[in-house]
């Protein structure tokens, strides 16, 4: 092997190393579109042939997908820990939505807790600009999908300035399931035009506890804005969700 092919294999792999980095922390997203060769090449003043060679290295990995023509992308399986059946059937079965809730409640009071440590200027930057897409979205009343989404993006954009990757990718894992319990949720909440408006402070409390940097303010803004959602579902469904429950399995052990 020549001297230049060893020091292009040794340049291929620092270049793979940074990007897998940059995977496992979130700045390049599952399913995104990662930034062209010539990019790539500029980024770390390298070589086309060496980043193309990195890239091969991620496809093999699985970590990457390479379309003809259509560039590379970050692999859209990469944090899914939850088998599809098994996504499936808590997505049919609504009753374990409050299971869900709590494990939200957990990981995400976490989550603003190092946020609020860990943050940066351009992750509050990104906090700010997500919380304002998502009140220009409750402002105008998309409804109950659209605003989901706006509304995981701002709570996304927390767990992402916590600069914890297992955490932030528990969440990702969870993605959609969490967008859908969401969407439903929001579909009873809003019936009462209160609960609207007591949402936004919940959201601007949270906002404003990370970036003040105040993470005691930021666990119990989450703690507070989940409290109350779990409080006002309870009203329609826990009780009767529970009962069900605790019948089927004693059905199963008779």
């Not at 292009?8 to 270049?15: A, L, P, Y």
């Not at 500029?42 to 290295?57: C, D, Y």
């Not at 990995?61 to 399986?77: E, F, I, P």
């Not at 957990?106 to 009140?135: F, G, P």
Request: with cysteine; charged share 30%; hydrophobic share 40%.
């Amino acid at each position: 092997m020549t001297p230049s092919r060893i020091k292009s294999q040794k340049i291929s792999d620092m270049i793979a190393a940074e990007l897998e980095g940059m995977i496992i922390e979130g700045s390049l997203e599952p399913g995104k579109k990662m930034p062209t060769e010539r990019e790539l090449a500029a980024r770390f003043e390298v070589s086309r042939p060496s980043v193309r060679e990195a890239l091969n290295k991620l496809d093999t990995k699985g970590l990457v997908t390479r379309r003809q023509g259509g560039g590379t992308y970050v692999a859209d399986s990469i944090g899914r820990s939850l088998s599809d059946p098994l996504l499936e059937l808590f997505q049919s079965h609504p009753e374990f939505n409050y299971d869900l809730l709590e494990y939200r409640h957990a990981l995400e009071e976490v989550a603003a807790h190092y946020a609020a440590l860990r943050a940066t200027e351009s992750d509050h930057a990104i906090i700010n600009r997500r919380y304002q897409e998502w009140l220009d979205g409750h402002n105008a009343r998309l409804g109950a999908k659209a605003e989901a989404e706006l509304d995981w993006r701002f709570h996304l954009s927390i767990a992402e300035a916590s600069h914890n990757a297992v955490l932030l990718h528990s969440m990702r894992a969870l993605l959609s399931l969490f967008k859908q319990t969401i969407a439903a949720n929001l579909t009873y909440l809003y019936t009462e035009e209160g609960r609207r408006d007591a949402i936004r402070l919940q959201h601007e409390a949270l906002k404003d506890a990370v970036i003040n940097r105040n993470e005691d303010c930021a666990r119990q803004a989450v703690n507070s804005h989940l409290v109350f959602v779990e409080e006002a579902l309870q009203q329609s469904s826990r009780f009767e969700s529970h009962a069900q429950r605790s019948l089927r399995r004693f059905s199963m052990i008779r």
